[in-house]
């Protein structure tokens, strides 16, 4: 097996910056709402090519492309082992979230009708990059209205409204949940899946059906805040997310893009507003923007 390893020597060290990223929220509480930096985890997308053609692409911190490409080749049964792989790395000509593979020929004679899936592979072999992304989406979903505004306290009793619909979790400690509220504070849909992909389509899809989604405006989540729940909110006109994690670095770029509120909480009577600080009201009066 041989490693190919990438000579932009420059490229790779911005991968190696790019594992976090620092941004300017607001810690915010009863009675102060003060501007602090914080590191957020980063989140790119990232192409596996096999045979110089397009086979998956993937969201992950960036770091270790190799060894997560070539575990994501033995767990989709690309390989069954190191052997199995001819030549592995940067391709030096391409973006540097990309790699290539080539497999032997025995192990590609096996496999060959793996090779002819098509249904992962959502980007082009060329500019993988988060900004591409962030341009691409952007082109098909409008910024978030304003004219919403929301307290501390509402937001507070939002979160802990998730936890008490959440039965699944309760049980098992293994599920996500996703709950919708009205500008007043009224419960639109709630659910709960093993994915927080899964559990934010269905709790939308509820309140679609029921023709009441144009009235949503804050979405809990049990998880990480990540591009995708971004855009998939995006999508479904909510203005404000709430999460018990932090939001990736694309995330919150992306939402900040989108005009939308990222935050979460750190105790009781505190929280992180990531973006959108403008529709959170504090003491009567509207928090400061963010330079």
Same mark, same amino acid.
Not at 54 to 60: A, E, K, L, Q, W
Not at 163 to 174: A, E, M, P
Not at 262 to 268: R, S, T
């Given at each position: /097996? ?19 990223? =620092? ?6 509480? #009863?009675?102060?709402?003060? $501007? ?22 993937? /969201?992950?911190? $960036? ?44 192990? &590609? ?11 992962? %592979? ?19 979903? =409008? ?5 919403? &505004?929301?307290?501390?306290? +509402?937001?507070?009793?939002?979160? @802990?409204?998730?936890? &008490?619909? =959440? ?15 009205? $500008?007043?504070?009224? #419960? ?5 899946? %093993? ?10 899809? &509820?309140?679609?059906?029921?023709? #009441?989604?144009?009235? @949503? ?15 998939? @909110?995006? +999508? @479904? ?16 770029? /992306? ?10 909480? %750190?105790?009781?009577?505190?929280? /992180? ?19």
């Amino acid at each position: /097996m041989t490693i190919i390893q990438d000579k932009r020597i420059g490229k790779r060290v911005d991968i190696k910056k790019r594992h976090t990223q =620092q941004f300017r929220v607001f810690e915010c509480n #009863t009675d102060t709402c003060d $501007p602090i930096s914080m590191d957020l985890i980063g989140e790119e997308p990232f192409l596996i090519r096999i045979e110089d053609h397009p086979y998956s692409v993937v /969201m992950r911190t $960036p770091g270790n492309e190799i060894w997560h490409a070539a575990g994501f080749c033995l767990g989709e049964g690309l390989v069954n082992r190191p052997e199995d792989i001819r030549t592995i790395g940067y391709d030096v000509d391409l973006d540097p979230n990309v790699i290539d593979i080539w497999l032997t020929k025995e192990r &590609k004679n096996k496999i060959g009708h793996l090779l002819k899936r098509k249904s992962f %592979v959502s980007q082009t072999s060329c500019g993988i990059c988060g900004k591409e992304m962030l341009k691409d989406i952007q082109s098909s979903v =409008q910024p978030a209205p304003d004219g919403f &505004k929301l307290s501390l306290d +509402r937001a507070m009793t939002c979160i @802990a409204a998730l936890s &008490k619909n =959440q039965k699944f979790y309760q049980r098992t400690r293994g599920s996500h949940a996703a709950l919708l509220f009205g $500008p007043d504070g009224e #419960t639109l849909a709630f659910a709960e899946d %093993v994915g927080r992909h899964n559990g934010l389509d269905k709790a939308v899809g &509820k309140a679609f059906l029921d023709h #009441t989604l144009a009235r @949503a405006r804050i979405l809990v989540l049990s998880s990480r805040i990540s591009y995708e729940l971004v855009q998939k @909110a995006a +999508r @479904a006109r909510i203005p404000v997310i709430i999460s018990n994690s932090r939001p990736t670095a694309l995330a919150a770029t /992306m939402g900040k893009s989108l005009n939308m509120t990222l935050a979460f909480p %750190v105790g009781e009577d505190q929280i /992180m507003v990531v973006c959108g600080e403008h529709r959170f009201i504090h003491n009567s009066n509207y928090m400061r923007g963010i330079s």
